[in-house]
C-alpha cells in the first residue's frame, strides 16, 4: 500500500491517510479482505504518530471501508454499490465546488456559470 503524506498541505495528515486509503479501496487497488499494515507499522513507515494512523483506521471503519479485529489487525471491507455512488459522489461535488469559487474569483456570475454549465451538458 502506497501512501504519500504532503506536510506542506493545509490537510490534516490522517484524513491524506483515510483519502489516499479509500481511493485505494475504491479503485480495486486494495480488495475486499485484504489486510492493512498495523497502526504501529504504516506509523513507522509513513514517520507519523501511531495516534494519527489510529484515527485514521477509526475513521475508514466508521464509514464502512474497513473493519478492525482486535489482536488480528484491519481488513478491508466488500464495499456496497451505495457506498461507491456516494463517494463518488462526494468527489464530483467537492470538484464542482473548488471550480465555483475559481470562477468566482475570476468575475464569473452564476448567471454566467448556469450557462457554461448547461452549454457543457448539452454536449
Known amino acids: 500500500m502506497?501512501?504519500?503524506?504532503?506536510?506542506?498541505?493545509?490537510i490534516p495528515i490522517y484524513e491524506q491517510v483515510v483519502e489516499q486509503i479509500k481511493k485505494q479501496i475504491i479503485e480495486g487497488r486494495l480488495s475486499d479482505g485484504e489486510a492493512l499494515p498495523s497502526v504501529r507499522s504504516l506509523a513507522k513507515e509513513l514517520r507519523i504518530s501511531a495516534l494519527t494512523v489510529k484515527k485514521a483506521?477509526?475513521?475508514?471503519?466508521?464509514?464502512?471501508?474497513?473493519?478492525?479485529?482486535?489482536g488480528k489487525g484491519s481488513y478491508v471491507n466488500d464495499?456496497?454499490?451505495t457506498i461507491l455512488v456516494e463517494?463518488?459522489?462526494?468527489?464530483?461535488?467537492?470538484?464542482?465546488?473548488?471550480?465555483?469559487k475559481r470562477a468566482r474569483l475570476?468575475?464569473?456570475?452564476?448567471?454566467?456559470?448556469?450557462?457554461l454549465f448547461k452549454m457543457l451538458l448539452e454536449g
Open 79 to 81: 464495499l456496497n454499490p
Open 87 to 100: 463517494e463518488q459522489k462526494k468527489e464530483i461535488e467537492d470538484e464542482l465546488e473548488t471550480l465555483i
Open 106 to 115: 475570476v468575475g464569473l456570475s452564476d448567471e454566467e456559470l448556469e450557462v
Open 57 to 70: 483506521y477509526d475513521f475508514l471503519e466508521q464509514e464502512g471501508f474497513i473493519s478492525t479485529v482486535h
Open 2 to 10: 502506497k501512501i504519500i503524506i504532503n506536510n506542506s498541505l493545509m
